[in-house]
């Protein structure tokens, strides 16, 4: 059946979801072997309500929605090499519905009841059309087979590290390009951080501990020339500070030369708020490389749910907010040492700590798109946000922490 009637077929359904959404996006990382950020996996939160339309309509409208922010016609795919991953079954007539997104950007993920002999041609189809395809919950990676050359992608769940050695062995062997994908994100930070009444600079990395020194040093309103003589005794986040600045997702419109020129651009406000994205990537020995783009596009997430609800001036505010809310886990260092060092505003520590206070409400909604969506329609209900706003700043997080990474060295 052609596209076209396949697409018409679903006006009815497709309709109702489409005057606005309903249901609330859930996003959840997607990792490679070296737990890098490889893709989202996307699905609707729906009201019960909402629960009858049919599973081409419910895709085709997640589709178009997706589409509408991370591929718009004026500027094409907007997450580069990343992926969307979809939960869909062995149906070749939901390809109708993902005709909005590039093809060589998405994955359809099929569990072990699609993966039989008889789901080949299907299968062949979705391949044909340029979609990846990643088999789900297979308790291991199946033998050599017709079935399984059709796979572009194999979950493996939390990533053992014995798991991935012997499929990359396996596949080494049998010459197939298979990707590995943990879908099961754990933080890696060795040794979990135990809490301590003193704090001990010796526990973090001494990039770290430089730019928490910078970031005291704005809070105390300090002469922007002693800010740069300190600054000067890194040559290399020098740099890093000044090319984050000048990226596209943050740059003033003008190249900024100098910590100088910055606080007169920015203001001491804005440039702490880039400190404090440093800060989370300063110590990458300790922490998983998504945990940092988790970081960011938090930080992000929960500045864009407050804007326009609160002053100009808390933006900054929430976006430390975010940030740091995952701090301890980014720098291997109990919150408590960091808020020690960082003396934080007390609006600032209590959504931190409590989710509490003026910001802390949209931590907690910004934090439930990733974890606990059952709870994201009442957090958004009590701040009075719609579907709308809630899936929009959150696909433009999304983004921005895309571009925000490309300031960053790979890793």
Same mark, same amino acid.
């Given at each position: 059946?052609?596209? !076209? ?8 359904? /497709? ?185 001990? =600079? ?25 800010? !740069?003589?300190? /600054? ?77 609800? /609160? ?34 505003? =007390? ?65």
């Amino acid at each position: 059946m052609a596209v !076209e009637t396949l697409r018409s077929a679903q006006h009815d359904d /497709l309709a109702n979801l489409m005057a606005g959404p309903t249901g609330y996006l859930t996003h959840t990382m997607m990792l490679d072997a070296r737990r890098r950020v490889a893709g989202y996996r996307m699905a609707w939160h729906e009201p019960a309500a909402q629960g009858k339309s049919g599973q081409a309509a419910r895709l085709t409208a997640l589709a178009d929605y997706l589409a509408e922010h991370l591929n718009p016609r004026r500027t094409g795919w907007r997450l580069g090499r990343t992926s969307l991953f979809f939960d869909v079954t062995a149906d070749p007539s939901l390809l109708a519905s993902l005709q909005s997104l590039p093809q060589e950007h998405v994955v359809l993920c099929i569990g072990p009841e699609d993966f039989l002999p008889e789901a080949i041609p299907a299968l062949q189809f979705i391949r044909e059309h340029g979609f990846g395809l990643m088999l789900c919950r297979a308790p291991e990676l199946p033998g050599p087979s017709p079935l399984r050359d059709l796979l572009t992608h194999f979950d493996v769940g939390a990533g053992n590290p014995a798991l991935l050695e012997r499929m990359g062995r396996e596949l080494e062997e049998d010459g197939l390009l298979l990707r590995p994908i943990i879908t099961e994100a754990v933080v890696d930070t060795g040794e979990a951080p135990q809490k301590s009444d003193e704090v001990d =600079e010796a526990t973090m990395h001494p990039e770290s501990m430089l730019i928490v020194r910078l970031m005291q040093m704005l809070q105390r309103n300090e002469d922007v020339r002693q800010i !740069e003589a300190a /600054l000067k005794h890194d040559a290399v986040l020098t740099y890093r500070v000044l090319r984050y600045i000048n990226s596209p997702a943050i740059g003033p419109g003008v190249e900024i030369q100098s910590l100088r020129h910055a606080v007169t651009m920015l203001g001491y406000s804005h440039l702490f708020r880039w400190l404090a994205l440093l800060l989370a990537t300063s110590n990458k020995a300790s922490t998983s490389p998504f945990m940092t783009r988790k970081a960011i596009m938090r930080g992000r997430a929960v500045e864009l749910m407050g804007k326009g609800m /609160l002053t100009p001036t808390d933006g900054d505010n929430l976006f430390v907010v975010g940030m740091f809310s995952l701090i301890d886990q980014l720098l291997g260092v109990p919150m408590e040492q960091v808020l020690a060092k960082v003396q934080l505003a =007390e609006s600032v520590q209590q959504a931190i700590l409590h989710r509490r206070g003026v910001y802390g409400p949209f931590l907690a909604l910004a934090e439930s798109s990733e974890q606990n969506p059952a709870q994201t329609a009442r957090l958004a209900e009590d701040l009075f946000m719609s579907p709308g706003q809630v899936n929009g700043a959150v696909l433009s997080a999304l983004v921005w922490s895309q571009e925000v990474g490309a300031a960053e060295s790979p890793y």
